[in-house]
């Protein structure tokens, strides 16, 4: 197999970590070597391959250095594990006090053939709690000949005991291009074509992992016979076609709903995972708005991103990766996957952020004589703001520029007028929609000075910038002046739009059904023909 054929045999064949390899070499050409070291990182980076390198390092018959020749007995012993004076032990297999007794007891006597033992403890942090109270005095005080290299993928396990006695190395995950690209290398040198975009599909694939990077390409190969191509790496990996997710983006961007719902209904034609679409959509919504803060990756086509950049607004990214996100994960209580995925989709068009029309705009900043909205405040406030320039100064007013300062600060406070403290028909009265009308139909007013508010929102993306500039857009067109606004997310206990308007409407339907019980025509059906009203068939006139 692959992973193991072109697993490196020294320092310069080792695919990143170089922070560790750096490190190492230091301290081996240097003579300045540790009595233990810890190796941390996920499945896959490179732990006992490291440790098989430096036990090279130290035992080598050409000399001690960062440089193995890999041709010598100790160095061909320690690769094929039969190596007298090296081994290895995995403890989530030999996890007792009794193994580790052992293991130490053999420490103290000198190598057979090698200048050091070298003892590698895999996944240490499996070990029992004896295990480790066991070995901590070996870790503080060792033989001068013996090096350990302790593993494991979740340090937090180990205790500080024994962290406190090792020199610790973080092996980093692989990014994506770095698999790719050593992928590369390995096919060229196996004389197998490749197609570069199956390859990059494999580096996100393998999540940092080497080893599963050169486990998934072994799959790909016997898959696709020999020639590792886009489709079969998609087809294999269970990956969506790049083309959909092109469709769903031109039919979103064109706010064709029709064309959404005809996507979806093709994936399901061609039985597409529902689940990787919308987790694959969202990531790329993610490198989109990457590119518009000028981050692209290796991997993308920079001209479609940087196009995708410019014609969709950062807010509905914002907004777009959230439902995305947010649909993935409840796909499971959809009634089906196609149900959910489709209603997800729909979902993303309906909470496209909108601006408010440039007529109702303008038609918000010069308001009608006879307003409904607020009667009588609004028709104050404009003609004494018009007629404030043309007022004779009073002999101890200040000068001219302090006189202008005071008319900028009484300004907002006439204006102020115009709201007399009723949030929820402040809401009912704006003529919004989207996150807008969302954002004023869920707040809670905590403060308000003038025309400066400061409401709470149930949720994060109520309260995010774009959304917060747009509702003070709104509010400013609707009192024909500026508007201060600022949002925060917590638990809305007060009165809002949405429960003002629930409380209307269960006061509507109570009174509906004390009028169907007491009209005299219901009253004669129920008493001479035995009738009754069905529970929840009343219904008030909204008309």
């Given at each position: ?156 396990k180990v205790p500080v005991t024994v962290l406190s006695r090792c020199l610790q190395f973080n092996l980093k995950n692989m990014p994506p291009a770095a698999i790719a690209g050593h992928l590369v290398r ?220 005071q008319s900028t600060e009484q300004a907002p406070r006439a204006a102020a007028r115009a709201f007399d403290g009723d949030w929820p028909a402040l809401a009912a009265a ?114």
């Open positions: 197999m692959l992973a193991r054929k072109w697993r490196p045999r020294d320092f310069e064949s080792l695919v990143g970590q170089e922070h560790v390899v750096r490190a190492l070499s230091h301290a081996l050409e240097t003579g300045r070597l540790h009595h233990a070291y810890l190796f941390t990182g996920t499945r896959g980076v490179g732990k006992t391959t490291i440790a098989r390198i430096l036990a090279k390092s130290l035992n080598c018959e050409a000399g001690q250095g960062a440089h193995p020749c890999g041709r010598c007995r100790a160095c061909t012993e320690i690769d094929e594990g039969r190596f007298p004076d090296y081994l290895e032990l995995d403890a989530a297999s030999n996890r007792g006090v009794e193994e580790m007794v052992q293991l130490l007891e053999n420490a103290v006597y000198s190598p057979v053939s090698g200048r050091y033992k070298v003892y590698v403890i895999d996944e240490v942090h499996m070990l029992s709690t004896h295990a480790f109270n066991a070995m901590l005095k070996t870790l503080e005080e060792p033989p001068p000949h013996v090096v350990f290299i302790l593993a494991t993928t979740d340090p937090q390995v096919l060229q040198a196996e004389g197998i074509p490749a197609e570069p975009p199956a390859l990059a599909l494999i580096g996100r694939a393998a999540a940092g992992s080497m080893r599963d990077a050169l486990s998934l390409l072994d799959q790909a190969i016997a898959f696709s016979a020999g020639n590792v191509d886009e489709a079969a790496v998609r087809e294999m990996l269970g990956v969506v076609d790049r083309r959909h997710l092109e469709q769903l983006l031109e039919a979103l961007v064109a706010g064709d709903g029709p064309g959404l719902v005809a996507v979806a209904d093709s994936m399901l034609a061609g039985n597409a995972p529902f689940g990787r679409t919308l987790a694959d959509l969202a990531a790329l919504l993610q490198r989109i708005a990457l590119a518009q803060v000028g981050v692209l990756g290796d991997e993308d086509d920079p001209d479609a991103l940087q196009r995708r950049a410019r014609e969709i607004p950062a807010e509905d990214l914002q907004v777009w990766y959230q439902i995305a996100i947010h649909g993935a994960r409840d796909l499971p209580l959809a009634p089906d996957e196609h149900t959910g995925f489709t209603m997800t989709l729909l979902r993303l068009l309906a909470f496209r952020p909108g601006e408010t029309p440039p007529s109702a705009r303008q038609a918000a900043l010069r308001p009608p004589a006879g307003r409904v909205s607020q009667p009588g405040v609004a028709q104050q406030a404009a003609p004494q703001q018009a007629a404030a320039p043309q007022q004779p100064a009073a002999p101890q007013q200040p000068a001219a520029p302090q006189r202008a300062s704006l003529q919004v929609g989207g996150f807008t009308q969302q954002f004023m139909q869920q707040s809670e007013l905590i403060e308000a000075d003038g025309l400066s508010f400061r409401v709470r929102v149930p949720i994060r993306p109520l309260a995010e910038p774009g959304t917060v500039a747009r509702v003070r857009d709104a509010l400013a067109a609707h009192f024909g002046a500026p508007v201060r606004l600022s949002a925060e997310v917590g638990t809305v206990a007060g009165q809002t739009a949405a429960a003002v308007a629930s409380q209307q409407r269960s006061e509507r339907l109570q009174q509906a059904q004390e009028a169907m019980e007491s009209d005299p025509f219901v009253q004669t059906l129920i008493t001479d023909f035995g009738g009754r009203i069905v529970p929840g068939s009343v219904r008030p006139n909204e008309g």
